[in-house]
């Protein structure tokens, strides 16, 4: 995979990376009160900890944001005839039709038993903790409905900046298609200030060209090209949720969107 582009098969893969040593010093473990508001953590230690462990707390705060969010709307239930079921059909009675019989269930033949869904966990400096919170909670929701509908997500998160002529990508997979949502540890990933600002600026510090290619700001967060995607081995229908696409409301239009695209292609 080519310089400044990543992939890592697991949050945990991730996290043995980072416990790797530093190539420059940076912001990644500073510690006081403003540090305390901008990451939401006392350090990176602890950083670490609620991603590897899951964050409690964060459940509390987001389910607090869920119960403000609207379901996505539900998979269309449609009658399905046989020779049994749990009705009848008066006119397939009448004309003789052996399968005059029907019941209700998701009609599921022509939609697609996984989908591949990302999320960009960069954000500006100026982004309060709270926003970032509600958005991730927006995120949890929708893939929870999605696997509501009989359809399995493949979860992920990615993060990209630009500064001058480098532009650098990194996916991180959250959750296996077949692998049950565990809010505790998604909401870290989706919804603290600390998978940027502590856990990803720690990964940047890694990389030995650090000073060329984050600078002192580590980049301007952007989204991953179409190119990098593809170079991960993405799925070209990928529901992606980008950088610029912050308030609950947006997120849920957003992934509905693409899904309904999906579905009915």
């Not at 462990?53 to 379901?71: F, M, S």
């Not at 989908?115 to 893939?143: C, D, K, M, P, Y």
């Not at 600390?194 to 580590?218: C, G, H, N, V």
């Amino acid at each position: 995979m080519r310089k400044g582009l990543a992939k890592f098969d697991s949050m945990l893969d991730f996290l043995q990376q980072l416990e790797k040593p530093v190539a420059h010093e940076g912001n990644s473990d500073l510690t006081g009160s403003d540090r305390l508001r901008f990451t939401g953590t006392e350090n990176f230690n602890q950083a670490m900890q609620l991603a590897s462990n899951g964050w409690p707390e964060g459940l509390e705060k987001i389910q607090r944001a869920l119960d403000d969010i609207e379901a996505l709307p539900a998979v269309e239930v449609l009658p399905v005839f046989d020779v049994c079921g749990e009705a009848f059909n008066l006119d397939a009675v009448l004309q003789g039709q052996p399968e005059n019989m029907f019941y209700f269930m998701p009609q599921e033949s022509n939609k697609p038993r996984i989908i591949q869904l990302g999320f960009n966990f960069s954000f500006h400096g100026g982004v309060s903790a709270e926003t970032i919170i509600e958005r991730g909670a927006a995120i949890a929701s929708a893939v929870n409905d999605i696997e509501q509908t009989g359809i399995r997500v493949e979860l992920y998160a990615y993060h990209a900046t630009k500064q001058s002529r480098y532009h650098s990508s990194i996916f991180i997979k959250l959750k296996d298609a077949d692998q049950p949502l565990e809010l505790e540890r998604v909401v870290f990933a989706a919804a603290h200030p600390s998978m940027l600002r502590r856990l990803w600026f720690r990964y940047a510090e890694q990389q030995k060209d650090f000073p060329e290619r984050y600078q002192i700001t580590y980049g301007r967060p952007c989204d991953p090209k179409d190119n990098h995607f593809t170079e991960a081995g993405f799925d070209d229908q990928m529901i992606k949720v980008d950088s610029d696409t912050m308030q609950p409301d947006e997120v849920k239009r957003c992934i509905q969107q693409q899904l309904d695209s999906i579905l009915q292609g």
